[in-house]
Every structure is written in C-alpha cells, then in structure tokens.
C-alpha cells in the first residue's frame, strides 16, 4: 500500500512541477506582453507628435509661400490630404493590431501538448 502511496504522491508532485512550469511561462509571457505594449505606445506617442509637428508647420509654410490667391485651394488640397493620409494610417493600424497571435499562444500551446501526451500515456 506505501507503494501505491509513493506513486500517487510522485504523480502529483509531477502534475505540480508541471503546473508550476506552465505558470511561470505564462507569467514570461505576459511580462514581455506588458513590455512590447509599452515600447509601442511610447514609439506611437513620439511619432506621432513629430509627425505632427512636421506636417503643421509644412502646411503653414505651403500656405504662406502660396499667392494670397491661392491660398484656399492650398489649404483644402492639404485638408484633403490629410484625410486621406489618415484614414490609410487608421486602416493600416488596424490591420497590424488584427495580426498579433492570441495571448499566452505559447502557454496554450505547451497545456494542449501535456493534455495529449497524458491521454496518449493513459491508454
């Protein structure tokens, strides 16, 4: 009977460590998650703000350097632009946000390989 005991109590020891490893691959995942979010919302934010200031103070000098005439036409040429150039960095943005693999692909991954190789040694 101590026989049985030992294994039953060497499996779930098993189970246990396994456990323990998946969660600690989890937990790797997720920090380097949390770091890739905040590398691309500080590279977002920076960008954005140089292109920003970029692209206003180009508009200013195009509007400026333009005859007193043509100035309207100068200014809704670049609206339009602008528009334009938007909406393709919007749908472009949406794009790269629809590729990302799920959360914990790796983990999900590993758990469905031990469920298999635990049927595959149970039968």
């Known amino acids: 009977m101590s026989g049985l005991r030992d294994a039953a109590q060497q499996v ?6 396994i456990g323990r490893t998946r969660l600690e691959l ?3 995942e997720i920090e380097e998650e949390r770091v890739r979010l905040s590398q691309l919302l ?3 934010c920076v960008s954005l703000f140089l292109l920003f200031a970029g692209v206003l103070l180009g508009a200013a000098w195009l509007v400026v350097w333009s005859p007193p005439d043509h100035r309207l036409m100068v200014l809704g040429a670049l609206a339009l632009g602008f528009l334009v150039a938007g909406a ?3 749908w472009r943005w949406c794009q790269c946000a629809a590729a990302k693999p799920p959360m914990l692909h790796a983990t999900l991954a ?5 469920a ?5 040694a149970a039968t």
Do not use: H
């Open 12 to 17: 779930l020891a098993d189970v246990i460590d």
């Open 26 to 28: 989890a937990t790797v």
């Open 110 to 114: 590993e758990l469905r390989r031990d």
């Open 116 to 120: 298999q190789d635990l049927k595959a």
């Open 88 to 90: 393709l960095a919007a």
């Open 42 to 44: 500080l590279g977002a």
